[in-house]
């Protein structure tokens, strides 16, 4: 869900920016941390960007009409962790903004906070929890991808609240009213289209399992055990 | 599937004009049109914008329109909730839906206009970024802006990779269609789920690949950038200021002014 430019009036995209920009600068830290560690990562991580740019501008086949594309940052949640993931979603959003018109600058803070901050943490945490109760790990990945998709929608829908709430003034009930009109009118186009990219994440990692697994293992997302078991190979 | 407008940009007759200056031009509108309390100035800035991407910058008219037309799905949902649930004032239209009442008020209809032209204004001011000045130009002045080194690094790793993958995409989709991959919904999903894993794996070889043939060209994890010296010219700086000038002195009058 992009926000367009010009969309949040004046104090509002600022303090998107504000709350945005020291995750931002967490996750380079965190990604520095992690390429002086292993040079090999960084290429690895700008293949990563340039694959959920890609993803991203890939049309998702519709169910109500409208044209819709995964946002590919619950993928890279899974992969690389909330951190990492946030600073790949700002350079792809910047991207976006510049190339497809996707998004703006000024709400670029507003967006990346609940593309590249929210949805992925959400995302990796139901990630983490499934794998720990050891449930299947194609529905984690579905799960893990729509509901990333579902919080993304719900701050959307909250960012635009806070901005425009009904009654002209910022109270509560005010704020309550219009999210739940922002909320309910992007819910047609939102649920089915998390539940296509939960089902297009979950197809994307049997298909790596199935033909080059030991990517996946190397980078931790899976174990070597919990690979042989999908596959249906004793070990 | 997506038009890049980056192929545009590079062979558009404003790409070797200084790009401070272009940037200071889209930041300005862009600041100064979300910051308007009016239609007025946002809509004044979006005909501007336009007429140099068009004018000077020799997009097709046809093309363009197109370009703007695009995103209007989300800017119209968006104000149209605004003109309807937000505003006190006095009722211009009400009528019933399925036993919901709906009203759009004067200071509800005045604020979505309000949010559209902004949106109208800051997109043309994009577009003309987007139109006028290849991505390799923005580069240069990433590098002098001291944001950290590694996330400008990436950003040009990813700006180089973004092109291979999408050729790889659009190769293998144009395969699975004519082989009826994608004729009805069920296949649709299979075949995309496929594209997106090769994809994944294709792009995690090159990854290994791009790390091997830059370690042994020495890659010390800064490549260096050649930025072009490019002197701003007098009419340049004239037509800047004008627009300039004429937005403020816009913004300054026009602050009160209610439309509807």
Not at chain 1, 65 to 83: K, L
Not at chain 2, 124 to 129: G, H, P, R, S, T
Not at chain 2, 170 to 180: D, N, P
Request: with cysteine; glycine share 8%.
């Amino acid at each position: 869900m992009h926000i367009m430019e010009g969309f949040l009036p004046a104090p509002w995209w600022q303090a998107w920016f504000a709350v945005s920009i020291p995750v931002i600068l967490y996750g380079i830290y965190k990604m520095n941390k992690l390429v002086s560690e292993k040079r090999e990562i960084l290429p690895l991580l700008a293949v990563a960007g340039a694959f959920i740019f890609v993803l991203s501008s890939l049309k998702l086949p519709s169910v109500v009409g409208s044209c819709s594309h995964p946002t590919g940052t619950g993928v890279a949640a899974i992969i690389f962790g909330p951190a990492i993931s946030a600073v790949l979603g700002t350079i792809v959003l910047l991207y976006q903004a510049l190339f497809l018109a996707h998004g703006g600058i000024t709400t670029l803070g507003a967006n990346v906070f609940s593309m590249g901050i929210v949805g992925p943490i959400v995302a990796y945490l139901i990630y983490k929890a499934g794998m720990k109760a050891k449930l299947n790990f194609y529905a984690v990945v579905f799960l893990a991808t729509a509901f990333g998709d579902w919080a993304t929608y719900v701050v959307t829908s909250v960012q635009l609240a806070l901005a425009f709430p009904a009654g002209d003034v910022l109270t509560f009930a005010g704020f309550m009213s219009s999210f739940g009109k922002f909320a309910t009118v992007f819910a047609v186009t939102q649920v089915p289209l998390a539940i296509m990219e939960g089902a297009l994440s979950a197809l994307l990692f049997k298909y790596v399992v199935n033909v080059k697994s030991d990517i996946l293992v190397e980078m931790k997302v899976i174990e070597d055990a919990a690979v042989k078991k999908l596959r249906g190979t004793s070990v | 599937m997506t038009n890049i407008l980056d192929d545009y940009a590079l062979m558009s007759p404003l790409r070797h004009i200084n790009n401070w200056l272009k940037l200071a031009i889209v930041f300005f509108g862009l600041l100064a049109g979300v910051s308007s309390t009016s239609p007025i100035t946002p809509l004044f800035i979006a005909f501007c914008m336009s007429f140099a991407t068009v004018a000077f910058g020799r997009v097709p008219l046809k093309f363009y329109l197109k370009l703007v037309l695009a995103p209007a799905g989300f800017a119209l949902t968006g104000v149209i909730i605004i003109a309807f649930f937000s505003g006190s004032g006095q009722e211009l239209i009400s009528f019933e839906l399925a036993g919901y009442p709906l009203a759009i008020r004067a200071d509800g209809l005045e604020l979505a206009l309000l949010v559209l032209s902004r949106s109208l204004g800051g997109m043309c001011c994009l577009y003309f970024l987007a139109l006028t000045t290849p991505m390799i130009e923005l580069f240069a002045v990433l590098k002098a802006s001291r944001l950290p080194e590694s996330f400008i690094e990436l950003s040009m790793l990813i700006y180089r990779y973004i092109f291979v993958f999408l050729d790889m995409a659009l190769s293998i989709k144009y395969a699975q269609t004519v082989r009826l991959g994608y004729s009805n919904f069920k296949r649709s999903i299979n075949s995309l789920g496929m594209l997106t894993s090769t994809l994944f794996i294709r792009s995690w070889e090159q990854g290994d690949k791009l790390f091997l043939s830059m370690n042994s060209r020495c890659y010390d994890g800064k490549m260096a950038l050649f930025e072009v010296h490019r002197p701003v010219k007098v009419v340049e700086m004239f037509l800047t200021s004008v627009y300039f000038l004429l937005t403020l002195v816009l913004f300054y009058f026009t602050k009160n002014i209610s439309i509807v």
